[in-house]
């Protein structure tokens, strides 16, 4: 849909004499019509105040546009370009290989699968966000850890795990960088069953990390909020699960 704004200063902007960008002169040297500057400055106007559109882009479902940090060695991780399929015995990290700024919003959709394989447990669809290893050169999380889940202790990130302990518990922390330290607030720490997962049942989860403002949301309902002093305006995203079968789709990043 065309802006009204934009429509307004294409009418202004259409007088019979010819019209130069904001701040040119003509190639004559003399100044442009009155007319028409005044056109070109309220079309200059418009170019500061009207919003830009989100910028965004759809993270690929493909194996090879993401790395795996797997704890057991028959873990499955395929992907047909429109969907990836996790399906491990253990634990499991899908870290996507590009750095993320803040502000921004991460979203997807994700599946627990039910259908009798040996890995459909219905549990854990988890995600660090902006994830750094302070140990690490430039703060990349990526390829240094088994897959296990208390190898992650020591990043700075946020985490969520939806579904998590064979689908009785959702909740959302703040590490801090310490092993063995993974806070969880009381109100980060839910079990009612809207929280929770339904096998065979996609549901959109977003992740926010907007300045001080954290958030998850799931299929359009805020899960956890969080305004943090310090936030981590930088980092990498992993989608991550254990002993579980996943299906993921539309992953992408905006950033508004």
Sequence with gaps: ???????MAIQFARPSTPSFPCGRRASNGRSAPVRSVRAGAFLCALAIVA??????RDLPMRVSGWRVEA??????????????DIDTPGGLTLWYPRAITGPATIAFEAMAVQVGGANDHVSDVNAFWMATD???PGGSPIGRRSGKFEAYDTLLTYYVGIGGNRNTSTRMRRYVGRPGDRPLLPQHDRADAPALLVPNRWTRIRLI??????????DGATLFTLTDAAPYARGWFGMRTTASHLRIRRVRITHP
């Design 71 to 84: 704890e057991h060695p028959a873990a499955r991780v395929r992907g047909d370009g429109r969907v990836i």
């Design 134 to 136: 302070p140990g690490a």
């Design 51 to 56: 919003p830009s559109p989100v910028a965004g």
């Design 1 to 7: 849909m065309r802006d009204w704004r934009i429509d």
């Design 209 to 218: 990390a907007d300045g001080s403002r954290i958030a998850v949301e799931r």
